[in-house]
């Protein structure tokens, strides 16, 4: 069993819910618009109780592995969009950003959209209805690691770097373009 099967939780629990609630100026019109509406995406803003990183899901499944199997693991996380979205530390957004252009490493990792203050995304429901598509890039989203309780863990943009290092640079014969698609080097057998 991997990643994607043993730490998959699809839904929010109660503390999970409030800990994204917070994200909003008005939690508690947060909180009643899910109760009315449990299966619509929401919009929330950055930089107060979470930043986001955007990565293309093809690169953004090998830096959760490398997370996992080697690191510390992840706070929430969620696809919308063909998009995997990384919930981090309020601030590690930029900060990653800068450290990506600053490092050698950046341009074997692909771009990625870091979301921080000022900035706002899209997450997926709070709820999934039974009928909603599943296949990537469709619906309304999903939650891969929901947020269960009120204080997750979010890593920071130093442990996202050395994830996003060892993920561009890990992948064997294959590697990832701009778009996210592997790209195998057939030329050198």
Same mark, same amino acid.
């Given at each position: 069993? %991997?990643? #994607?099967?043993? /730490? $998959?939780?699809?839904?929010?629990?109660?503390?999970?819910?409030?800990?994204?609630? $917070?994200? =909003?100026?008005?939690?508690? $019109?947060?909180?009643?618009?899910?109760?009315? *509406?449990? #299966?619509?995406?929401?919009?929330?803003?950055?930089?107060?109780?979470?930043?986001?990183? =955007?990565?293309?899901?093809?690169?953004?499944?090998?830096?959760?592995?490398?997370? #996992?199997? $080697?690191?510390?693991?992840?706070?929430?996380?969620?696809? /919308?969009?063909?998009?995997?979205?990384?919930?981090?530390?309020?601030? !590690?957004?930029?900060?990653?950003?800068?450290?990506? !252009?600053?490092?050698?490493?950046?341009? %074997?990792?692909?771009?990625?959209?870091? /979301?921080?203050?000022?900035?706002?995304?899209?997450?997926?429901?709070?709820?999934?209805?039974?009928? +909603?598509?599943?296949?990537?890039?469709?619906? !309304?989203?999903?939650?891969?690691?929901?947020?269960?309780?009120?204080?997750? #863990?979010?890593?920071? !943009?130093?442990?996202?770097?050395?994830?996003?290092? *060892?993920?561009?640079?890990?992948?064997? %014969?294959?590697?990832? +373009?701009?778009?996210? +698609?592997?790209?195998?080097?057939?030329?050198?057998?």
């Amino acid at each position: 069993m %991997d990643i #994607w099967t043993q /730490h $998959s939780v699809e839904y929010l629990t109660v503390a999970g819910e409030a800990w994204l609630a $917070s994200a =909003s100026e008005y939690p508690r $019109s947060l909180r009643a618009l899910w109760e009315a *509406r449990p #299966w619509a995406p929401t919009v929330l803003p950055c930089g107060k109780a979470f930043d986001v990183i =955007s990565l293309p899901v093809l690169f953004g499944r090998r830096v959760l592995d490398e997370l #996992w199997s $080697s690191g510390p693991g992840c706070g929430p996380v969620a696809e /919308h969009r063909g998009r995997l979205l990384l919930f981090v530390q309020p601030a !590690a957004g930029p900060r990653l950003r800068r450290l990506l !252009a600053w490092e050698e490493w950046a341009r %074997d990792v692909p771009p990625l959209l870091c /979301h921080g203050l000022g900035d706002a995304v899209t997450v997926p429901p709070v709820r999934q209805l039974f009928d +909603q598509p599943a296949a990537p890039g469709l619906g !309304a989203g999903r939650w891969i690691v929901a947020p269960d309780t009120r204080e997750p #863990w979010l890593p920071g !943009a130093d442990v996202l770097l050395w994830a996003c290092v *060892r993920a561009a640079r890990g992948g064997g %014969d294959e590697q990832v +373009q701009e778009t996210g +698609q592997p790209v195998f080097d057939f030329g050198s057998a």
